[in-house]
């Protein structure tokens, strides 16, 4: 990538360079065009400018590899053009970025619309939904921010400016795939399962982490959270047939996930690396997801998974 200094010229002469905005020329990484590039996000940035909470000063914690920070530090740099980052607005941020809280306290439509609805299978700590039947789901915006957000994860090496390094995607053979998928030339690959998961608990933790390898024995797994949703990509020979069912594009119902077990791995995980290096803000954190789980328990039912059909 080359960085190239405007100099825009002025009667009577010409402005002074530190006055001007930098153009960033070079390839966009999704529609391989030479371009101006912007300062495109890992995460959307309205994930961390509207997840401020407004009741504890300083509560929004980003994960970045091995670390995670409470903090409004944004993960950008140059990777696309605006035509691509509209792309990407119009076909998945906005859509969902709309429709998961912001706050403590703020409604969760999508979780609000589940609890009334009838999952198609149900096991302990495990309820499933017919994407399709519930139109409150546009399952095709949902799939497109995930896949775009893995993908983000897969073309650029993304760190923070203190130079935290965030885990690569490795897509490998996948990521052209779902390049093409992304820019509407091809439909989701067949090759890859997608799940999304809402949060089973009614208080909702508000935050947002990157993705990260969880990898099973002969497939690969990435994840990552915003607000109240859960993404999981799946690919590899070893994926078990139950993962493809559960697939949130290549099933008939278009499968939406409630379940119990991602909101204690979340928590959990959240809470030993905050213990790891633990700081003041860290231990604000450490007390909030004790609420979260502290008030879901303290309710009836317990959270939103059902344990049978009522
Ligand atoms: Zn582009």
């Not at 429709?99 to 495990?126: C, M, N, S, W």
């Not at 290549?250 to 959240?270: H, K, S, Y």
Request: aromatic share 10%.
């Amino acid at each position: 990538m080359t960085v190239v200094r405007l100099f825009a010229k002025r009667p009577g002469g010409r402005v002074p360079a530190a006055a001007l905005p930098l153009v960033h020329r070079g390839i966009c990484k999704l529609c391989l065009k030479a371009r101006n590039l912007q300062d495109s996000h890992y995460l959307p940035r309205s994930v961390y400018k509207s997840n401020r909470g407004r009741a504890l000063k300083n509560q929004n914690p980003v994960a970045l590899g091995a670390q995670i920070r409470q903090d409004q530090e944004q993960v950008t740099d140059y990777v696309l053009c605006s035509e691509c980052e509209q792309r990407f607005n119009k076909n998945g941020e906005r859509w969902v970025l709309a429709r998961v809280p912001h706050d403590y306290g703020e409604p969760f439509e999508l979780q609000a619309t589940l609890e009334k609805e009838t999952p198609f299978h149900i096991e302990p700590g495990l309820n499933l939904y017919a994407g399709t039947q519930i139109s409150a789901f546009n399952m095709d915006r949902l799939v497109y921010f995930a896949s775009s957000v893995f993908w983000r994860g897969a073309v650029h090496q993304w760190k923070t400016s203190r130079g935290e390094i965030a885990f690569k995607v490795e897509l490998g053979k996948h990521a052209e795939g779902l390049r093409k998928f992304l820019l509407g030339q091809e439909p989701f690959p067949q090759d890859l399962w997608l799940t999304v998961i809402v949060w089973p608990f009614r208080q909702v933790l508000n935050a947002g982490l990157v993705p990260r390898p969880d990898s099973q024995n002969g497939w690969n797994r990435y994840w990552f959270y915003v607000s109240g949703l859960g993404f999981v990509l799946h690919f590899g020979d070893a994926v078990p047939a139950e993962i493809k069912l559960r697939c949130a594009q290549n099933t008939p119902q278009r499968v939406i996930t409630v379940e119990r077990a991602f909101g204690d791995i979340l928590l959990d995980l959240l809470r030993a690396e905050i213990r790891a290096g633990e700081t003041p803000e860290l231990r604000a954190l450490v007390e909030q997801i004790n609420q979260v789980r502290a008030k879901d328990n303290s309710a009836i039912p317990p959270s939103i998974v059902r344990s049978s059909r009522s």
